[in-house]
Each structure stands twice: as structure tokens, then as C-alpha cells.
């Protein structure tokens, strides 16, 4: 390992666990009942053909997480600290200052929708006669106290936990499937783009490489859990760590939706559809996983998401980030509050779904660009900057992100205005 990628130090396995934390929020908001639905569609649409696309996520996720943690503990600031102070031109700061700001105010609550409607759906396998979308508005009141406890330590061991229930409720299903191990390896090592698979490949872009708001959360829990770079070490083994859990997850899914689904005359609509036709194949045990997994996973993303817009925008806007400020408080409150009324409401937000997605389409590609370019700069990050190989796999992730962004922007606009 190079100089600038910091100081590696041996670690017990219980000093690992112990150190695994701040990455849980990216891994909990990236696994979440939208990617359970589009894994699910991908699975049973081109079964294994599309599962490479994951291994390439892997290294796109490990070198951008990898440039966040030497952001924040080597050069000193969270990414909103840096954009704010160390990109030079004004208008580039300014336009990249507003579309986060617009970006993670909408798209948070449009996250924060979709996970808590998880979490009802995860409920529903056990409490099938009430209604999902009021099990969803409660659970999202639920997570509003959690959050406003303003505790980063207590909430990064409870998305461990919720982690380790997702993880560990898909990985019995998976086992129960008994997928073919050859055509699995195929589909993973041998890239192809089925017919038509293109709207899906930009789907499963938005859900499993880092979400743009998330690079912003994860680098603000870095600094609250670490103090600089004596602790890259520790901030490396939970990348390395949750890095594998995430893109495995994804896999897992994807691989039992191919095993359950592929070839058959099912449509999938939710992330539910996947445990009600594991029933009659593998029986009611797997049921009960995949309800475990849903709920965790979208309850992490509550979470997760919840704290989006009060963690990213007054820092960005230069405001006190804290977690009990007002800033803080008011803006997790607004984002759940509206998602959970949405969901009580039955209300299905379709233009905001649609608006969403193409400000997440433009956005990615923006922030993973400047986190590049900032992770470059010596003056800020001294001998923590790039090194080739990091730069080699940024470059190509920001590439891949330009290409998916302006493939599919265009669609997502004018759909918008139809």
C-alpha cells in the first residue's frame, strides 16, 4: 500500500467489529426496499447476465469511500467543508453548493418514502389485515426520536444491527434457493448487455453505486467517530469490511430473484413480490426471512436517509452541522414528517419520484467528479492525496456515471412534463 493511502496497522477481529461504523450509514442507505424491488426485477428479467455490473460497483465503492475517508481525516474536513472553502472557482462552487442542496432535500424524502413503505411491507408478512402505508407513517414517527437523540454512536450500532438482520435474513434465502454456482460465476466475471436491459443497468446504477448525498453523510460520521489521519487504518477496515457486505447483499438478492423467478410469468411491482413466491417453493421459513431482511433494511434506510438533509445542507450552506441544532432538527423532521404523511395518505409521488431520479442522475456524476478533483488537491490533502491506481478507478466510476446520467436524463425530464 502506497504512502498516501495512510498507515496500516494489525487489528484484532474484535477491534474490526469495534471499529465498524461510519460506512454502516452508506451500506444502510444503500440497501433498501428500492434496491430490493430493482434487484429483484433484474433477477427475474436476465437472471445472472447483469451480476458483473456489481463487481465493478465493488471497486468504484471501495476507491470513492477510500477518497472520502482521506478527505475527512487526511486533509481534515468533511466533503461539504472542502466544497465549501477549497474549490477555487465560484461558479462551479456555487452551482455544485445549490444542486446538493436542492438534490438531498428532495431526494431524501422520496428515500425516506420508498424505505419506510419497506418497513410496512416487511411488517405485512406478519400483520397482513393492517394497512401498509399506516404501519409505514408510524414507523417513520418512530425513527424521528432516534434521530433527534443526536447520538452518531448509538445510531451507528443500531444500523449495524439492522445490517447484520438484512444480511443475514437474505443470506438464508439465498441458501434455500440453491442457485447454480456455474452460471452465478458466469454472470459475475463475463460482462454482456442482454436486449432492452438498458433502463435496468441505469436502475441498478441509482441503487447500488453510492448515492451522491451519501459521500457527504459518510464523510460527516467519519469526522464525528475519528479524529484524523492516526485513524485512516480504522476507517479503512470499515470500508473494506461494509464495502463486501453491500455489494454482496445486492448480490444475494438478485441471485434469488434469478433462481425463484426467471422465466416465470411474474411482475414484480414491489421488493414484496419476491417473498410471496418464495412460499410455496421453499415454505413459510422463507417468508419469514425475507420479511426480516425487508423490514431491516428498510428501517436502516429510515435511518439513514432520515438524516440526509440535516446532516449535508447547513454544513454545505455553511450553517452549525451539529446534531442537536436547530438546523439539524428541523430539517430530519420536515423530511420524515412529509414522507410519513405521504405514506398515511396513500399518496403515490410520482413527480416527485421522477424529479428525484434526474437530479440524482445529474448530481452523481457532479459529486463524484468533485470528490475526485478535491482528493487531488495537495494543498488540502497534502501526502493523502490519489494515488494512480485510486485515480485510474475514480476516473472510470465518474465516467460510467456520465454515461448512465446522460443516457438516461433525458427521459427522466420529459417524463416529468408529460
Known amino acids: 500500500m502506497s504512502e498516501n493511502l495512510g498507515k496500516t496497522t494489525k487489528m484484532t477481529w474484535k477491534e474490526r467489529m469495534n471499529n465498524i461504523g461510519p460506512t454502516a450509514f452508506v451500506a444502510a442507505a444503500g440497501i433498501g426496499p428500492g434496491s430490493v424491488a430493482t434487484l429483484s426485477v433484474i433477477g427475474a428479467s436476465y437472471k445472472y447476465a447483469l451480476l458483473w455490473m ?21 486533509g481534515g474536513k468533511t466533503l461539504q467543508e472542502a466544497i465549501r472553502e477549497d474549490i477555487a472557482n465560484p461558479v462551479l462552487r456555487n452551482i455544485t453548493i445549490w444542486l446538493i442542496v436542492i438534490s438531498v432535500f428532495i431526494t431524501c424524502i422520496i428515500y425516506v418514502y420508498g424505505s419506510i413503505m419497506g418497513v410496512g411491507m416487511g411488517l405485512s408478512f406478519f400483520f397482513p389485515n393492517l394497512q401498509i402505508g399506516h404501519m409505514a407513517a408510524i414507523s417513520g414517527i ?69 448515492t451522491g448525498y451519501l459521500f457527504f453523510v459518510q464523510s460527516t460520521a467519519l469526522r464525528e467517530r475519528w479524529s484524523g489521519p492516526k485513524d485512516l487504518y480504522k476507517a479503512r477496515n470499515d470500508i473494506y469490511i461494509m464495502a463486501p457486505i453491500m455489494i454482496g447483499v445486492s448480490a444475494m438478492i438478485m441471485i434469488t430473484a434469478a433462481a425463484t423467478l426467471y422465466g416465470k410469468e411474474v411482475d414484480v ?18 417468508k419469514i426471512a425475507f420479511a426480516i431482511g425487508l423490514f431491516s433494511a428498510g428501517f436502516s434506510s429510515v435511518i439513514a436517509a432520515g438524516m440526509g438533509p440535516g446532516v449535508v445542507i447547513p454544513s454545505i450552506l455553511g450553517l452549525d452541522p451539529g446534531l442537536k441544532t436547530t438546523p439539524f432538527r428541523v430539517l430530519v423532521v420536515i423530511n420524515i414528517l412529509a414522507a410519513s404523511i405521504m405514506a398515511f395518505l396513500g399518496t403515490r409521488p410520482v413527480v416527485l ?26 494543498k488540502l490533502m497534502g501526502k493523502y492525496t490519489n494515488s494512480l491506481l485510486i485515480n485510474i478507478v475514480g476516473i472510470l466510476a465518474v465516467l460510467f456515471s456520465l454515461i448512465m446520467s446522460f443516457t438516461s436524463i433525458g427521459p427522466m425530464i420529459s417524463s416529468i412534463f408529460q
Request: proline letters at 5%; zero cysteines; aromatic letters at 10%.
Open 353 to 378: 419520484v421522477m424529479a428525484s431520479q434526474a437530479l440524482g442522475a445529474l448530481f452523481l456524476p457532479i459529486a463524484a467528479f468533485v470528490l475526485l478533483m478535491l482528493a487531488n488537491n495537495k
Open 54 to 74: 456489481l463487481v465493478f460497483f465493488f471497486f468504484f465503492w471501495i476507491a470513492q469511500s477510500d477518497m472520502v475517508a482521506r478527505l475527512s481525516l487526511g
Open 142 to 210: 418512530v425513527a424521528i426520536p432516534i434521530i433527534l437523540a443526536g447520538n452518531f454512536r448509538a445510531i451507528e450500532n443500531l444500523l449495524k444491527y439492522l445490517i447484520l438482520g438484512f444480511t443475514l435474513s437474505f443470506l438464508i434465502t439465498i441458501l434455500l434457493t440453491s442457485p447454480n454456482i456455474g452460471e452465478v460465476l458466469k454472470g459475475a466475471f463475463i460482462p454482456s448487455v442482454p436486449t432492452g436491459a438498458g433502463p435496468h443497468m441505469l436502475s441498478l446504477t441509482g441503487t447500488t453505486m453510492i
Open 269 to 286: 411491482t414491489s421488493a414484496t413480490v419476491l417473498g410471496e413466491q418464495l412460499v410455496p417453493l421453499y415454505g413459510n421459513k422463507a
